[in-house]
């Protein structure tokens, strides 16, 4: 067989998939990468799926950034428009020092919308872990007729759902100056990088290091240390604003679905039920997972927003 054979065949091989491999719903071919200007600011966000379908917008958390989404895109890419966008301060995005961004809630919240106006985002599912809940319920009282629908993970909305752990932290919120030290020693420290990521779990070992090491190198950047403070003082007006979130979704009665890591450090089960008080139709998944449960629950996450956005959209999942 001569050379010029031999490649054909292999090309063909290469273009033709067997049948396990076409049953499969990853799509990494259609993911992309993207950095716009908003409010003067570089806004990275990740984008995946046919613009024309129906749109998921996925919101993270802390200390991560729309990275931590990546395992998830491509298996929802099929069938979804997904963009993760990073705040300003994580991940891709402008981090100014807190001297020039003024960074809170509020703020975070007001760029994310700038990003969708500019995409022309009007009609999407609030995916919305950590962090990204003080955003996205922010975002959905500012925008209401643009929400179809939430998925919350490992996203609190009722004091019921804060650990222990938070009576530490809102020592910082009662006193700041004496306490900033031991919050910037805990936010820059390798071990408590390590520790939001596998809590609890009994399966330490099905987590990637990278996910910390990775984390722990963005936190260790210039400012980031004082940007993360500012922003977490701002915490506090998110556990203020917790009635509020409540009295919308009790009014609203958006389609949800939570998906909760057991294993979180930070944020109790009691916070997963306590969704069902507001919303009784809620639907709830308690996770053999962590705070950030696409770490070990990816499949498992992936399937249960296919069957609730299939049942939403009037299709199989």
Avoid at 151 to 177: F, T
Avoid at 304 to 315: A, P, Q, S, V
């Amino acid at each position: 067989m001569n050379v010029p054979t031999m490649l054909a065949i292999s090309i063909a091989a290469c273009m033709s998939l067997p049948a396990s491999a076409q049953d499969l719903h990853s799509s990494r071919r259609s993911i992309s990468y993207h950095t716009v200007e908003i409010q003067g600011l570089n806004i990275f966000y990740r984008e995946a799926g046919p613009a024309d379908a129906p749109t998921l917008l996925l919101l993270h958390g802390f200390p991560s950034s729309s990275r931590m989404w990546e395992p998830l895109l491509p298996l929802l890419a099929d069938k979804y428009h997904l963009i993760a966008p990073d705040y300003p301060g994580f991940g891709n995005s402008s981090a100014p020092p807190p001297s020039g961004f003024n960074y809170t809630f509020d703020n975070l919240a007001g760029v994310i919308e700038g990003l969708t106006t500019k995409l022309g985002l009007t009609d999407y599912v609030l995916v919305m872990q950590d962090y990204g809940g003080p955003v996205g319920f922010r975002m959905a009282l500012s925008y209401p007729e643009r929400v179809r629908a939430i998925v919350i993970q490992n996203a609190v909305s009722h004091e019921q759902g804060l650990s222990v752990l938070w009576n530490a932290r809102k020592k910082y919120w009662a006193d700041p100056a004496a306490e900033i030290d031991a919050l910037k020693a805990n936010f820059t420290s390798l071990d408590a990088t390590r520790l939001r990521h596998i809590g609890t779990s009994p399966h330490p070992e099905r987590y990637d290091p990278d996910s910390w090491t990775d984390e722990f190198a963005f936190l260790s950047r210039p400012d980031q240390a004082d940007i993360q403070t500012t922003l977490f003082l701002d915490y506090r007006t998110n556990v203020a604003s917790y009635p509020k979130w409540q009295k919308w979704l009790r009014e609203t009665q958006p389609p949800m679905l939570v998906l909760w890591g057991q294993y979180d450090p930070s944020f109790t089960v009691a916070g997963a039920n306590a969704y069902r008080n507001d919303v009784p139709g809620a639907e709830i998944h308690i996770l053999d997972a962590g705070h950030f449960a696409l770490d070990e629950a990816t499949d498992e996450i992936a399937a249960h927003i296919r069957e609730f956005l299939g049942r939403l959209d009037g299709h199989k999942g």
